[in-house]
């Protein structure tokens, strides 16, 4: 995690079987791909979302130029995604919309598969073929680089793992590469907020508003503008507004101040595995130290051993809460595979704006200390070994 930020999506093992709705073959869907330039025995990865959580549920290998995927959808439209983490390809997904007895069709030239042509009766991925469209020519030089990107990465932590050596140069190399993506990054949000400006508002229009409006309240979108963001929301009508993305938008548009160190704490109702709702006043005259985490994120699940021996060491002065971000059933399933101790709490309020945004969340696992007298004394993110020990150690020292 130290130099790749939070990892938002998660990859969770293959998923025995897609029948939600049993093996009725009027459910499942069919996608079809014809591709040129990208070598046989590649293969392409099918996964369905789960909020924040992606667990992958098909494969397929190309063969001949060719691939098909199979399925069954749990609902009458379902949101998919595909990528392949051979080389050469790279990191970004590709999203898919299916429908039961669909077929989809997806012809490509070369391994930058998010540009694929997806051809399909689906309103939604026509939507959202248009808005991809719109940030040409430059996704295509982005997809690029991220595809150079990804095979460092690989070759770093993969082919290289543990080889000290390589660590600097590598990453001077990935530096250099991302000084370069990320204006097209600038470019292409600019480019689709201009398409926004005329485009119908509809499902996908909504989603990437809610994505827009998440990064630039959060403060990690800079390309955009908060005024741009309103002129959008203006486009908005009432019935929008009272979609699930509408209110989610309103939220982040009137969260109000984002907390950071000095300021007082807040609180909020939360729940354990057993539905019994808390508040963070249960620890008041503690140190409560907040740990804002997700299943699918590596380094969280690396520091569950580590936390837990922090919470005994401190166990006479100091609450670790675990706030995770998760839907009710992956959480409990995690907490139940993991074995977890302590302080497990879910605000369990979907995409709604809560206290994971309100302590500024934008990178997992996310810490943040707060004193005996109620105010925030340290935040900080990422998680290697040793270092959350040592956070503790010398933020208790300070008192």
């Known amino acids: 995690m130290k130099r790749f930020g939070a990892l938002i999506t998660a990859t969770v093992a293959l998923a025995s079987g897609m029948a939600a709705y049993g093996q009725n073959e009027n459910r499942q869907f069919t996608i079809n791909g014809i591709v040129s330039n990208v070598p046989d025995s590649c293969t392409v990865l099918l996964w369905r979302e789960n909020g924040a959580m992606l667990t992958r549920v098909g494969e397929a290998k190309v063969t001949g130029g060719r691939f098909t995927l199979t399925g069954e959808a749990q609902s009458d439209c379902e949101t998919m995604s595909i990528n392949s983490n051979d080389k050469g390809f790279p990191s970004s997904l590709t999203r898919i919309w299916v429908a039961p007895g669909e077929t989809i069709t997806i012809e490509g030239d070369g391994k930058l598969m998010p540009i694929w ?61 991302r000084a370069i993506s990320d204006p097209l990054d600038s470019i292409m949000d600019v480019k689709v907020a201009d398409y926004m400006r005329t485009a119908s508002v509809d499902e996908i229009w909504l989603d990437q508003l809610k994505s827009f409006a998440t990064g630039v309240v959060m403060g990690w979108n800079k390309r955009l503008t908060r005024k741009t963001i309103d002129e959008l929301y203006g486009r908005m009508s009432e019935e929008d507004k009272n979609t699930p993305d509408g209110k989610v938008i309103e939220q982040y548009l009137t969260i109000g101040k984002i907390l950071e160190e000095g300021d007082d704490m807040i609180d909020g109702t939360l729940y354990d595995a057993e539905g019994k709702e808390h508040s963070l006043a249960e620890h008041k005259g503690k140190y409560i130290l907040l740990d804002f985490w997700s299943a699918g994120c590596g380094p969280c699940i690396m520091s569950i051993p580590e936390a837990e021996e922090v919470a005994e060491e401190y166990a006479d002065r100091l609450a670790i809460v675990s706030i995770s971000s998760d839907p009710e059933e992956i959480w409990k399933k995690t907490l139940t595979s993991r074995n977890m101790k302590g302080y497990q709490w879910n605000q369990l309020n979907g995409e709604n704006v809560g206290l994971y945004q309100k302590y500024g969340t934008t990178g997992i696992p996310h810490y943040v200390l707060i004193n005996p007298e109620g105010k925030i004394q340290k935040k900080w993110s990422g998680y290697g070994k040793g270092s959350l020990k040592k956070a503790v150690s010398e933020q208790l020292k300070q008192k």
């Open 117 to 177: 042509k997806v051809t399909s009766d689906i309103a939604q991925q026509q939507s959202y073929n248009k808005m991809n469209d719109a940030k040409m020519p430059e996704y295509k030089r982005y997809l690029e680089l991220k595809a150079d990107e990804s095979e460092l990465i690989q070759f770093l932590y993969g082919e290289k793992k543990g080889a000290q050596e390589y660590i600097k140069p590598t990453w001077a190399k990935i530096d250099s590469i």
